[in-house]
């Protein structure tokens, strides 16, 4: 059972979960919110519902997080040109800073991670896992 991919995907995923979940919560982040710090450092001002996308998580999860995330003063959500039936979110200054620990901590991470694997080694398990990730999405307007 340890030679399946199921098995030792899980593992692998859990492990760095772990990892980078450990020091988030050192920095006062709960599950969840640092991919979405990421990706809003990445481009500020998403719509909730491009949010729970990317991320992977159902709509009402992503809103629960948001919840936290704007009690804390890490985001806030605002309505844009008109458009009354979209949120878009935003960094706070406290987001910002929060989002380049989380940045920092993900490239550490994924340094451990990659640790005695070539660059060439890097750009095929990532092809691969890209790949495998379209193979098994069921939506057909998300892809890596």
């Known amino acids: 059972m340890k030679d399946t991919f199921h098995y030792t995907f899980m593992k692998a995923y859990f492990s760095f979960h772990r990892t980078v979940m450990e020091r988030a919560k050192a920095e006062g982040l709960t599950s ?9 450092y990445e481009g500020d001002g998403v719509e909730q519902k491009v949010i729970a996308q990317h991320c992977e ?25 008109g458009n009354r039936r ?20 993900f490239i550490e991470a994924e340094r451990l991670a990659f640790t005695d694997i070539s660059d060439e080694e890097r750009a095929s398990i990532l092809g691969n896992l890209r790949k495998i990730y379209n ?4 939506s057909e307007d998300v892809t890596l």
């Open 32 to 40: 969840g919110q640092p991919k979405i710090l990421e990706l809003l």
């Open 57 to 81: 998580i159902e709509s009402a999860t992503a809103g629960s997080i948001l919840n936290r995330m704007e009690s804390a003063g890490l985001i806030e959500r605002r309505r844009l040109d």
């Open 86 to 105: 979209s949120l878009f979110v935003f960094l706070t200054e406290a987001g910002r800073q929060a989002a380049m620990k989380v940045k920092q901590i």
């Open 135 to 138: 193979n098994t999405n069921k």
